[in-house]
RNA sequence: GGCGACGUGGCCGAGUGGCUAGGCAGCGGCCUGCAAAGCCGUCCACACCAGUUCGAUUCUGGUCGUCGCCUCCA
């Protein structure tokens, strides 16, 4: 089966022909470590993440980078707010960010850059555009010539001539120059060394040169918020492509925004959940879920009912695989079996959905049939543990790329009180008391456990 | 104003020129001491108006509306 992707430079969906057979590299832009990320961030890391999970699954060897920006505008002004260096204000929420993310359960990129560690590339990718006659110093600063590159404007669909100026200021050429490296201001606490004197890099340069640096000149995917694709991906576009002569990115992958009570969620707007918050109180799986509900270019509406609604779903995901769980014991899965079966084909058409652009809601769809076959088949009774234990673990198999394979997790087993209690409303049950054994339900509900009548016999869940 | 995306059933959210999305909620049934879970059945769709077509929710044009970008932004 082969990949297909959207890609926003050609507006088309188009089979994604890796630069080297059989490997991708994937780049997404990061965070600006200023403050705490919300959900909305979350989501072009998600998208990375389980796309390369997928990719790994489907004998892809991926490389994912994303980066920290950890120095910005934004930073300095945050960290005079807090009458902290911006340093360690940076460090502080790097790895605040770190942590957050961490706590998805998806794993880490396989490279990490901050620009903190990346200036001698910046400035020799600086050096290079000057070089070149693609950018030009002033004043301390330097600029990009945007006349420079004919296609400017061609992923976000611009029109030179209708554009605003990215900031005014008079030691560009031209208005719509923008900046690479910017001259030390008063009041910043922090700037590195360069041939042009004291300063940082601008905010686009140092992601062309992160990605250039971690994946080549030439790179596969870049993924990002499609907030992002002007100026920031256009900006890095014109400066990577005049600086190499070559395409920068064979497919710009852009993920669509997370809507809160009708608007983008944005710090801007206020209208934020954090993602800590989020993660504190619907867990990481209800998020997951959410996010694997829409296509990742979707906007995505993010609500009270609409993480409700994930949570349910991952409800029925996760009682399916303990019932599954009850009956194949501890058999080991065979194939063959028409449970087997059905699972191989859900996973074929989960595979399939995911190479179709990332058609998650499609593979979610896959999924949940095949819970309602082997819902069905276990009612029926007559299904081998060997069968279920099969589609059990393909399914998990299958949970795992989406990062909800926890489903599946075996809970620890009811302490001997809620066992004996358990027992003790069996024997009242058998002589039709009852009351009695409703007050155990009710005693039992103290100790955090529910009792379910299967069809043979009762179990003990967590509340 | 310019550029782009989109308007699907009670809600979320896929997809397709004629063939079941899926989840959540509702209703009926089965099972059940109760409850829960599950299964079966079922109601509620493709913003509006034209056009193309044997046939459009799916293509084209228009209208209305929503969202994103054009400024920091995932």
New binding site residues.
């Given amino acids: 089966m082969t990949l297909r992707l959207y890609d926003s430079l050609r507006?088309s969906t188009n089979d994604v022909e890796p630069l080297t057979p059989g490997q991708l590299g994937l780049y997404v832009?990061?965070?600006?470590v200023y403050g705490p990320v919300?959900v909305?961030?979350a989501?072009?890391f998600v998208v990375a993440m389980t796309l390369a999970r997928h990719l790994r699954r489907t004998g892809w060897e991926v490389r994912v980078v994303s980066n920290l920006?950890d120095i910005?505008?934004?930073i300095y002004t945050a960290a005079q707010a807090e009458g902290i260096e911006s340093r360690d204000l940076a460090e502080r929420e790097s790895a605040r960010y770190l942590d957050d993310t961490s706590r998805l359960g998806l794993g880490r990129p396989d490279v990490e850059p901050k620009v903190t560690e990346s200036l001698p590339e910046i400035v020799e990718m600086i050096e290079g555009l000057i070089a070149g006659g693609h950018a030009y110093a002033s004043d301390g600063d330097v600029y990009f010539r945007v006349a420079d590159f004919p296609s400017y404007g061609a992923l976000?669909?611009?029109?030179i001539d209708?554009?605003?100026?990215?900031?005014i200021t008079s030691k560009k050429q031209a208005p719509l120059d923008f900046a690479l490296w910017k001259a030390q201001k008063p009041g910043e606490d922090a700037a590195w060394e360069s041939p042009w004197g004291m300063g940082r890099p601008g905010?686009h340069i140092e992601c062309s040169a992160m990605a250039m640096s971690a994946l080549g000149e030439e790179i596969d995917i870049h993924g990002?918020?499609?907030?992002?694709?002007?100026?920031?991906h256009e900006n890095e576009r014109a400066q990577s492509e005049a600086m190499t002569g070559r395409p920068f990115a064979r497919t710009w992958l852009h993920?669509?925004?997370?809507?809160f009570g009708?608007?983008?969620?944005?710090?801007?707007?206020g209208n934020i959940d954090r993602l800590s918050d989020a993660l504190d109180r619907e867990g990481n799986e209800t998020l997951l879920s959410l996010f694997a509900?829409?296509?990742y270019?979707?906007?995505?509406?993010y609500?009270p009912?609409?993480l409700?609604?994930?949570r349910?779903?991952n409800?029925?995901l996760r009682?399916?695989l303990r019932?599954a769980a009850r009956i194949a014991g501890d058999v080991a899965p065979a194939e063959g079996g028409p449970l087997a079966t059905a699972a191989a084909e859900a996973d074929a058409r989960f595979r399939a959905a995911l190479d179709d652009?990332f058609?998650t809601?499609?593979g979610?769809?896959a999924l949940?049939?095949l819970?309602?076959v082997v819902?069905?088949a276990?009612?029926a009774g007559d299904v081998s543990p060997a069968d279920v234990a099969q589609a059990r673990a393909i399914l998990i198999d299958c949970l795992w790329v989406l990062g909800l394979d926890g489903l599946g997790a075996t809970a620890d087993g009811p302490p001997v009180e809620a066992v004996a209690l358990m027992q003790e409303?069996e024997a009242a049950?058998a002589t039709k008391d009852?009351?009695r054994?409703?007050a155990i339900?009710d005693e039992l509900k103290v100790l955090g456990w529910?009792?379910?009548?299967?069809?043979d016999g009762p179990e003990l869940q967590q509340a």
């Fill in positions: 507006r832009c990061g965070p600006t919300h909305g961030n989501r072009p920006t910005n505008d934004k976000s669909g611009q029109k209708e554009m605003q100026p990215e900031e905010w990002g918020g499609i907030d992002l694709k002007f100026p920031h993920n669509g925004m997370l809507r009708g608007d983008k969620m944005s710090k801007s707007l509900r829409a296509q270019r979707s906007p995505l509406d609500s009912d609409s409700e609604d994930a349910k779903s409800d029925r009682e399916a019932r652009d058609g809601p499609e979610l769809a949940f049939d819970v309602r819902n069905a276990t009612d409303r049950r009852f009351a054994a409703d339900r529910v009792v379910q009548d299967l069809a």
